[in-house]
T-cell receptor, first 111, second 114 residues
Framework: DTAVSQTPKYLVTQMGNDKSIKCEQN?????MYWYKQDSKKFLKIMFS???????INETVPNRFSPKSPDKAHLNLHINSLELGDSAVYFC??????????FGPGTRLLVL | QQQVKQSPQSLIVQKGGISIINCAYENTAFDYFPWYQQFPGKGPALLIA?????SEKKEGRFTISFNKSAKQFSLHIMDSQPGDSATYFC?????????????FGQGTTLQVKP
């Protein structure tokens, strides 16, 4: 009965590779987000989709591309991975009352 | 103008004591101020939230105090317990086109000593 789930939980890969992270929410929310948490634990929003439409696109390299096949799923594809992409990536979804529910995170390590 | 500044960066409190974490913001258009709690290896979870039309909100041992004129808000944890040891984030939301975008503070690592 997980509300927001992410796969994989851990991702270790080489520089230059392409990888994807998947997110699913079973809460019936219309809005989903991707956040990046760096090594100092700072959380920063990357993207947001509302009902499959991109509504937030922060200053993120073009190598990052979100895709929302339906309102319950939001995936993140990263091309040509760099060392600086190492971080924890969190997916979240939002209620109408503003509460955001976060997933467990995907720990990405680029070697 | 979109920043939220949080202090202290880390905090050590004895069991039973009061933990206080402060945040300040610049943008007066922010209209939703949540606090999130994050345990190691987990995602942030909403702890308590407040809107700017009230000055205080209390839920159990957790209280948010909000000072609209000073553009500051704080989290008070009464009777702090070792199980409260976690990282706490304040945040602010700008209700623009219903995006719900959260701007987070830098986080405070709380350690409650038994």
């Amino acid at each position: 009965d997980t509300a927001v789930s992410q796969t994989p939980k851990y991702l270790v890969t080489q520089m230059g590779n392409d990888k994807s992270i998947k997110c699913e929410q079973n809460l019936g929310h219309d809005t989903m987000y991707w956040y990046k948490q760096d090594s100092k634990k700072f959380l920063k929003i990357m993207f947001s989709y509302n009902n499959k439409e991109l509504i937030i696109n922060e200053t993120v390299p073009n190598r990052f591309s979100p895709k929302s096949p339906d309102k319950a799923h939001l995936n993140l594809h990263i091309n040509s991975l760099e060392l600086g992409d190492s971080a924890v990536y969190f997916c979240a979804s939002k209620t109408v009352q503003e509460t955001q529910y976060f997933g467990p995170g995907t720990r990405l390590l680029v070697l | 103008q979109q920043q939220v500044k949080q202090s202290p960066q880390s905090l050590i409190v004895q069991k039973g004591g009061i933990s206080i974490i402060n945040c300040a913001y610049e943008n007066t258009a922010f209209d939703y101020f949540p606090w999130y709690q994050q345990f190691p290896g987990k995602g942030p979870a909403l702890l308590i939230a407040i809107r700017p039309d009230v000055s205080e909100k209390k839920e159990g041992r957790f209280t948010i105090s909000f000072n609209k004129s000073a553009k500051q808000f704080s989290l008070h944890i009464m009777d702090s317990q070792p199980g409260d040891s976690a990282t706490y984030f304040c945040a602010a939301s700008l209700f623009l086109r219903n995006t719900g975008k959260l701007i987070f503070g830098q986080g405070t690592t709380l350690q409650v000593k038994p």
